[in-house]
T-cell receptor
């Protein structure tokens, strides 16, 4: 069965410092993996997705994620945090084209 | 394009009442889905549809019904509301499957007393 674990429920960084949001997945097959972002009181927006092409995936707003099969990880990174990055981030896994499994989310706080 | 719209934005129900959450999209997307978001649990799939006339269950379908008579609309019906259904509900759509970018509506915050 597929599942996804986001290792940190909260992450706090200072503006201008790197961001690392950790995600591990479990899947019997080669999954597709996604990161979505939710700003306060808004719907979710796709940041990036991995679908078995390049293992380093670049997304919007300077975010990127690396698929590491040996570690079953798909961590999200950004070299320099901006105040506008403060939001909740969801790692998502899918083996089935019709069903997405969401992680429990990581709330990112960015301090000036 | 309005994208994905949901009504109402907020709703309070009493236990046992029924209601329908509306969802519409104007992007001609085949795939539509409903999620509920609860604190510390992420989003959980309730029902989804891969096209008009086709619906299927997700992770947490009990207590909810859906229908898809048109491509544009995908209403979610609560048959007999329970306090456990207090949640924020999101509708999403995408071009063909869950693998494509999901476009989310703004959500409906439902409280069941």
């Amino acid at each position: 069965a597929q599942s996804v674990t986001q290792l940190d429920s909260h992450v706090s960084v200072s503006e201008g410092t790197p961001v690392l949001l950790r995600c591990n997945y479990s899947s019997s097959y080669s999954p597709s993996l996604f990161w979505y972002v939710q700003h306060p009181n808004k719907g979710l927006q796709l940041l990036l997705k991995y679908t078995s092409a390049a293992t380093l995936v670049k997304g919007i707003n300077g975010f990127e994620a690396e698929f590491k099969k040996s570690e079953t990880s798909f961590h999200l990174t950004k070299p320099s945090a901006h105040m506008s990055d403060a939001a909740e981030y969801f790692c998502v896994v899918s083996e089935d084209t019709d069903k997405l499994i969401f992680g429990t989310g990581t709330r990112l706080q960015v301090f000036p | 394009n309005a994208g994905v719209t949901q009504t109402p934005k907020f709703q309070v129900l009493k236990t046992g009442q029924s209601m329908t959450l509306q969802c519409a999209q104007d992007m001609n997307h085949e795939y539509m889905s409903w999620y509920r978001q609860d604190p510390g649990m992420g989003l959980r799939l309730i029902h989804y549809s891969v096209g008009a006339g086709i619906t299927d269950q997700g992770e947490v379908p009990n207590g909810y019904n859906v229908s898809r008579s048109t491509t544009e609309d995908f209403p979610l019906r609560l048959l007999s509301a329970a306090p456990s259904q207090t949640s924020v509900y999101f509708c999403a759509s995408s071009y063909s499957t869950g693998f494509n970018e999901q476009f989310f509506g703004p959500g409906t915050r439902l409280t069941v007393l």
